[in-house]
Nanobody, 115 residues
Framework: VQLQASGGGLVQAGDSLRLSCVVYGIRDRLNVMDWYRQAPGNQRELVAQITSGGDESYGDAVQGRFTISSDNTKKTFYLQMNGLRPEDTAVYSC??????????WGPGTQVTVSS
């Protein structure tokens, strides 16, 4: 099983980035797909979540700026981040939970937003 995250980078405040997470090696349905982030000195926080049924939820800090989406046929999900702020700087990691309630993490991708 492997989750491959990409799309991070260094941008300026107000810019946009799109993160992708491709899931390899899982045949089960992906019941839940998440993006988390962790900034230095902070706890890891849930950024956005989407279910296999298409229900979305977002952390308060990103509501209205970030959008999570998925392509279940490709076992890929995305995080569109608009209006980035310096406080969005963190390592962003993708996570999935399968129909058998097994959870898997991908490596993080760094997002740095300069003011």
């Amino acid at each position: 099983v492997q989750l491959q995250a990409s799309g991070g980078g260094l941008v300026q405040a107000g810019d946009s980035l799109r993160l992708s997470c491709v899931v390899y090696g899982i045949r089960d349905r992906l019941n839940v797909m998440d993006w988390y982030r962790q900034a230095p000195g902070n706890q890891r926080e849930l950024v956005a979540q989407i279910t296999s049924g298409g229900d979305e939820s977002y952390g308060d800090a990103v509501q209205g700026r970030f959008t999570i989406s998925s392509d279940n046929t490709k076992k890929t999900f995305y995080l569109q981040m608009n209006g980035l702020r310096p406080e969005d700087t963190a390592v962003y990691s993708c996570h999935v939970r399968t129909a058998r309630r097994l959870g898997y993490w991908g490596p993080g991708t760094q997002v740095t937003v300069s003011s």
